[in-house]
């Protein structure tokens, strides 16, 4: 049973990464899914979340317009499309299964000239 992210990496200001959490080991169709994020020094926080049909979206307001979070059931996937990426969007990216109340390990993004 496992959340396994993968994607971050360092870019520019104004840059794009895509992140990526596979899921294995439980029923992935049956959870709502989220990205959180943690910046150095604070506490995590709720970035975007997918229902699990994938038919409803909710996303905080630092990145409404620049991030779009997606799912495919049958890959067992969910992605988080990060566009005009700034600084303050370092930090720790984390997905998260709602019903099975399961975190992955995180993947660092670091955005800096």
């Known amino acids: 049973v496992q959340l396994v992210e993968s994607g971050g990496g360092l870019v520019q200001p104004g840059g794009s990464l895509r992140l990526s959490c596979v899921a294995s080991g439980f029923t992935f169709r049956h959870n709502g899914m989220s990205w959180y994020r943690q910046a150095p020094g604070k506490g995590r926080e709720l970035v975007a979340s997918?229902?699990?049909?994938?038919?409803?979206?909710n996303y905080a307001e630092f990145v409404k317009g620049r991030f779009t979070i997606s799912r495919d059931n049958v890959k067992n996937t969910v992605w988080l499309q990060m566009n005009s990426l700034n600084a303050e969007d370092t930090g720790v990216y984390y997905c998260?299964?709602?019903?099975?109340?399961?975190w992955g390990q995180g993947t660092q993004v670091t955005v800096s000239s």
């Open positions: 997918i229902s699990s049909s994938g038919g409803s979206t």
């Open positions: 998260y299964a709602v019903f099975r109340d399961l």
